[in-house]
Each structure stands twice: as C-alpha cells, then as structure tokens.
C-alpha cells in the first residue's frame, strides 16, 4: 500500500475536504450534479441507516480520495450486494496506487460480508473507469467485476 495511506469511514468533519475533492470529481468526470444532490448524497453517507457509505483515502493527515458505495440486497441480476458508483482520487496523487487501494478495501468488505460479487457504477462508457477496473477482473477468483457501459 501506499505509504501514509489509510482507508477509513467518513465522518462528518470530513465534509469541506470532501466537497473540495467533489469539485476535482466533477471536472474530471465533466458531469453536472446540482448542489442539493451533493448534500443530499452527504446527509446519507452520514446516516447510520442509509446503504450509502463513503470511504476516505487519507494520506499523512490529507483527504486524497474517496469511493462511495452502496449496499443492498441483490435484487438485480446485473449487480450483486455492493455496487460503487464514485470514486475519485485527488490529481495531484493520481498514479500512485490510491484508487487501486479504494477497490481493494470494498474487496475486502466485500469478501468479509460473504458477498458474491461487486459491481462498479458508471454513466456510460468511461474509458478511465474501465482501464482501472478491467485491470482487476482476472486478477481476483471470488469477486466479481462489472463495469456498466
């Protein structure tokens, strides 16, 4: 792993940093969401009830990253228990292992909660999002990759 990283659940002290990675998100990904779907998203990730949680990369005391997932009963044939449907990691430190790290850790909750699989959300055919997650399909046996095009 990547030194001084840590993977961790959000909190809600993280919000400003997060909103500041939000906005490198929606450059990158050159998408359009209204302010009220952000802090809607946000109150969920915060809820203890909700099926949306966030994990934070966090490197030497910075937020460089973050993958929001959503867990629910599988109730579609097209993706299992856990899906992730953002993932950004701050530019400045992009190539260096972190996304990779936040696949990883929902490997690992995934592979922990006896799960069958993982499906990665994305909005069309992102070529980025592909070259990162193809890269893992044949590299792991007991989860399953999808990526949605």
């Known amino acids: 792993m990547t030194a001084g990283l840590t993977i961790r659940?959000?909190?809600a002290g993280d919000e400003a940093a997060w909103r500041a990675l939000w906005a490198g998100y929606l450059t990158f990904y050159a998408a359009d969401v209204p302010e009220e779907v952000t802090a809607f998203t946000w109150a969920r990730i915060l809820d203890p009830s909700s099926r949306v949680t966030m994990r934070i990369a966090e490197q030497d005391g910075r937020l460089v990253g973050f993958a929001i997932h959503h867990?629910?009963?599988?109730?579609?044939?097209?993706?299992?228990?856990?899906?992730?449907?953002?993932?950004?990691v701050d530019e400045?430190?992009?190539?260096?292992?972190?996304?990779?790290?936040?696949?990883?850790?929902?490997?690992?909750?995934?592979?922990?909660?006896?799960?069958r699989g993982i499906y990665w959300?994305?909005?069309?055919?992102?070529?980025?999002?592909?070259?990162?997650?193809?890269?893992?399909?044949?590299?792991?046996?007991?989860?399953?990759?999808?990526?949605?095009?």
């Open 9 to 11: 659940d959000a909190v």
């Open 71 to 88: 867990y629910h009963d599988c109730t579609w044939d097209i993706a299992p228990e856990g899906y992730l449907e953002d993932l950004y």
């Open 92 to 115: 400045t430190v992009r190539g260096k292992g972190i996304g990779r790290a936040l696949v990883d850790d929902l490997i690992a909750l995934a592979k922990r909660h006896g799960w």
């Open 121 to 149: 959300h994305t909005n069309g055919d992102n070529a980025r999002a592909r070259r990162l997650y193809d890269s893992y399909a044949p590299a792991d046996g007991y989860v399953r990759y999808r990526l949605k095009t």
